[in-house]
């Protein structure tokens, strides 16, 4: 089946600084890629569809500065967490959606990436 | 290693119920978690389950052995709506989501 590959799996970094995870589909091309945020016990959430070559569309009430995503290939999309602070500490996954297949092509899930700011 | 397994498709009867099972292996066990999928949409959440025993929301159930390294969603009064991808997934120790590739369920009139 399709690999979808998130790195780094766990990261802890300090207040005030950013953080890079990056989402790359190994096997397939994806158009559109996803980012989500988990809080624990609770639901995902949708952040942000990142489409290459264009910019990504944020869901309502997530800060457009504060989390940067960036989608410069059909395998590659990138999320920076800008200035993080403690409530930014969460757990943070990609899906990236192959190009081909229409659009009812399902997206593959990467392993998440555990981010904790201290 | 670590492995979820799923049936990947099922079909049921519109008014019906339908059960889909899922068996985990993960390195530690922080939870279990459902997640239905329409084509062409995102995930969005059913259900977490991190005790035994079952939870009842609406027409949707979700149940867990954790010495079974089990648990199933079921689903009540089907409606053509249902019809979608159902994802299991559970989080290890490192709070790692282990995906299960999804069980496509297809209501019939």
């Known amino acids: 089946g399709a690999v979808v590959s998130q790195h780094p799996s766990r990261v802890i970094c300090k207040s005030g600084t950013s953080v890079k995870i990056e989402c790359r589909s190994l096997?397939?091309?994806?158009?559109?890629m996803f980012w989500y945020r988990q809080f624990p016990k609770k639901s995902l959430m949708l952040m942000a569809t990142?489409?290459?070559?264009?910019?990504?569309?944020?869901e309502q009430g997530v800060e457009k500065d504060k989390f940067l995503i960036n989608h410069a290939s059909l395998t590659l999309s990138t999320l920076t967490v800008t200035s993080a602070h403690p409530e930014d500490s969460s757990f943070y996954i990609c899906?990236?959606?192959?190009?081909?297949?229409?659009?009812?092509?399902?997206?593959?899930f990467g392993q998440g990436t555990r981010l904790t700011v201290v | 290693g670590q492995n979820i397994d799923q049936p990947t498709e099922m079909t049921a009867t519109e008014g019906a119920i339908v059960q889909i099972n899922c068996t985990y292996q993960?390195?530690?066990?922080?939870?279990l978690f459902w997640y239905q999928q329409h084509a062409g949409e995102a995930p969005t959440f059913l259900s977490y389950?991190?005790l035994d025993g079952l939870e009842e929301k609406g027409r949707f159930s979700s149940f867990l052995s954790r010495s079974k390294g089990y648990s199933y969603l079921l689903l009540k009064e089907l409606q053509m709506k249902d019809s979608a991808s159902y994802l299991c997934?559970?989080?290890?120790?490192?709070?790692?989501?282990?995906w299960g590739a999804g069980t496509k369920l297809i209501i019939k009139p």
């Open positions: 899906s990236a959606k192959p190009t081909t297949g229409g659009g009812d092509t399902e997206a593959f």
């Open positions: 096997d397939f091309q994806a158009t559109t």
């Open positions: 990142s489409n290459e070559g264009s910019k990504a569309t944020y």
């Open positions: 993960t390195s530690g066990f922080n939870g």
């Open positions: 389950n991190v």
């Open positions: 997934a559970g989080m290890d120790s490192n709070y790692q989501l282990i």
